[in-house]
């Protein structure tokens, strides 16, 4: 291969499986310095050019190779389909270009995580949907979202896929959560009051300092949840799921826990003052400093 007395904007000329493609020395080299191109024209190798304008060919798919062109050029990957991607990530491996095999892998991971958390609606039209008189989103994904500090008092969001939402200092009062799928929303400071969570999943939610007076927690999966200074009092438990629960300085007065789970959970210096806690299992439960006067502990296990 001949030399330009500026080596850098020596013109290259490529044939990829049959695709032609022209460059420069500097594009191939300057991005990817540890890649197979970089290294294939370092002047350490030999390199067999085509007898017809010079052409160097390389045994490859052309098909994606100005993709990986525009990588060197400008750093960027174009938008394309998963199967696209795939097929693009081949090539970025078999030149070693390390640099758009860690690209293409994001952008596949985050289009992964967008489908997951894809939301149906946005924080505007949630706003927009809770000024008429009759708000359902029964059924709607709303999954990822910042409903924080909005009032969403009497919405309906049964059957709804809530997961991850933010649901801090909202006003939740009197609405309708029966059987949502809402795993890790955080309801910090949220007004609960009365709400309706029969069935709900919301493993590993965040309800520290909510109120949940008289709210509907029957049958729901509150594993791991934090429940932390909570107002509980005259809540629905029976049979939901506390397991690993933390309730530590909740209020708890009066509320129904009748065949709750509480293995593990944490009731250090609870209000427990009448509650109904029959035939209830516990033994494996911290209750240092928990208030217990009144409480129905008939068949209890201790």
């Given amino acids: 291969?001949?030399?330009?007395?500026?080596?850098?904007?020596?013109?290259?000329?490529?044939?990829?499986?049959?695709?032609?493609?022209?460059?420069?020395?500097?594009?191939?080299m300057q991005r990817e310095p540890d890649s197979?191109?970089?290294?294939?024209?370092?002047?350490?190798?030999?390199?067999?050019?085509?007898?017809?304008?010079?052409?160097?060919?390389?045994?490859?798919?052309?098909?994606?190779?100005?993709?990986?062109?525009?990588?060197?050029?400008d750093g960027v990957i174009p938008p394309l389909k998963d199967s696209e991607y795939a097929q693009l990530?081949?090539?970025?491996?078999?030149?070693?270009?390390?640099?758009?095999?860690?690209?293409?892998?994001?952008?596949?991971?985050?289009?992964?995580?967008?489908?997951?958390?894809?939301?149906?609606?946005?924080?505007?039209?949630?706003?927009?949907?809770?000024?008429?008189?009759?708000?359902?989103?029964?059924?709607?994904?709303?999954?990822?979202?910042?409903?924080?500090?909005?009032?969403?008092?009497?919405?309906?969001?049964?059957?709804a896929c809530l997961k991850t939402v933010f649901f801090s200092r909202a006003n939740l009062q009197?609405?309708?959560?029966?059987?949502?799928?809402?795993?890790?929303?955080?309801?910090?400071?949220?007004?609960?009051?009365?709400?309706?969570?029969t069935g709900a999943n919301l493993r590993g939610a965040v309800l520290a300092g909510a109120n949940l007076q008289s709210a509907n927690l029957q049958d729901a999966c509150l594993i791991g949840c934090s429940f932390c200074g909570a107002d509980l009092r005259s809540a629905h438990l029976q049979t939901a799921d506390l397991t690993n629960a933390n309730l530590e300085g909740a209020n708890l007065e009066g509320a129904n826990l009748k065949g709750a789970k509480l293995t593990n959970a944490n009731l250090k210096g609870a209000n427990l003052q009448r509650a109904y806690l029959r035939h209830v299992n516990l033994r494996d439960t911290h209750l240092e400093g928990a208030k217990l006067n009144g409480a129905n502990l008939l068949g209890a296990i201790r």
């Fill in 1 to 28: 291969m001949a030399h330009h007395s500026d080596s850098s904007s020596y013109v290259v000329r490529l044939n990829i499986g049959g695709k032609k493609f022209c460059t420069t020395l500097d594009t191939l």
């Fill in 36 to 73: 197979m191109l970089a290294a294939m024209f370092s002047g350490r190798h030999t390199i067999c050019q085509e007898s017809e304008k010079g052409y160097i060919f390389v045994d490859r798919d052309g098909k994606h190779f100005r993709h990986i062109l525009n990588w060197l050029r």
């Fill in 89 to 159: 990530l081949r090539e970025a491996e078999y030149y070693q270009l390390l640099g758009l095999v860690d690209e293409i892998k994001a952008a596949l991971s985050k289009r992964k995580e967008d489908e997951e958390l894809g939301t149906e609606l946005t924080r505007i039209d949630i706003i927009k949907c809770i000024q008429s008189d009759r708000v359902r989103f029964r059924g709607i994904n709303l999954s990822g979202l910042d409903l924080s500090k909005l009032d969403l008092s009497f919405v309906d969001f049964s059957y």
């Fill in 174 to 197: 009197c609405a309708k959560f029966r059987d949502v799928d809402a795993e890790a929303s955080i309801f910090h400071n949220a007004t609960l009051r009365e709400c309706e969570f």
